[in-house]
């Protein structure tokens, strides 16, 4: 079974700076989708980044980036000139591109980095 | 606007009670999903559906019951057979197996 790891519970940065999350993920499959998704306060889920696979381009949004290391299988998430609309708790997750059982679009989170943005 | 929208936003129950969560969504999406979100911990799988008058448990669907009857929406109900139901409820939708968008949620608490 496929398994995604966020190994810093919390991580603090000061405004304007850089700050890089980190996850780790598990799998036996070669094909496969990855995520970033923010849950600010209002506890709603909002998708950040996407990535898949079988892309060896790191995807970007605007302030967002990814470094996917396939092999070493990491996706982390890199956040320029972070502002204090950044603080949230961040989520990794995982989805494979092959379907098990109808299982194919079920995501696997991992448990979460609290961002805090010190003025 | 084109989005999910999910109701309460916050519930009571007493013990013993069945409850409904609603899900909708008019982004014309197949798939919908029901995820549920412990303190300290990532989402956990409760049920899916792919298309209309189908669904397919999850990673902990025991205790909760849902119903596909139309493609906007996707009620979850929470039977007085979850021993423990306090949690925060994320509904999402999804075009076929992509990227999924969730709604805003709903805090369920037992009293």
């Known amino acids: 079974a496929q398994t995604v790891t966020q190994s810093q519970p919390e991580m603090s940065v000061q405004e304007a700076e850089t700050v890089t999350l980190s996850c780790t993920y598990d799998?036996?499959?070669?094909?496969?989708?990855l995520f970033w998704y923010k849950q600010p306060p209002s506890r709603q889920m909002i998708l950040v980044i996407r990535?898949?696979?079988?892309?060896?381009q790191n995807a970007t949004e605007n302030r967002f980036s990814v470094n996917f290391q396939k092999a070493a299988k990491s996706f982390s998430l890199k956040i320029s000139d972070s502002q204090l609309g950044d603080a949230a708790m961040y989520f990794c997750?995982?989805?494979?591109?092959?379907?098990?059982?109808?299982?194919?679009?079920?995501?696997?989170f991992g448990k979460g980095t609290k961002l805090s943005v010190k003025p | 606007d084109g989005g999910i929208t999910q109701s309460p936003k916050y519930l009571f129950r007493k013990e013993g009670q069945n409850v409904t969560l609603s899900c909708e969504q008019n982004?014309?999406?197949?798939?919908m999903y029901w995820y549920r979100q412990d303190p300290g911990q990532g989402l956990r799988l409760i049920y899916y559906s792919q298309i209309v008058n189908d669904f397919q448990k999850g990673d902990i669907a025991e205790g909760y019951s849902v119903s596909r009857e139309k493609k906007e929406s996707f009620p979850l109900t929470v039977t007085s057979a979850q021993k423990n139901p306090t949690a925060f409820y994320l509904c999402?939708?999804?075009?076929?197996?992509?990227?999924?968008?969730f709604g805003p949620g709903t805090r369920l608490t037992v009293l």
């Open positions: 990535q898949e696979a079988y892309k060896q």
């Open positions: 982004l014309n999406h197949d798939a």
């Open positions: 999402a939708s999804s075009i076929g197996w992509d990227t999924q968008y």
């Open positions: 997750a995982y989805r494979s591109a092959y379907g098990y059982g109808g299982s194919q679009g079920n995501l696997i």
């Open positions: 799998t036996s499959e070669s094909d496969y989708y």
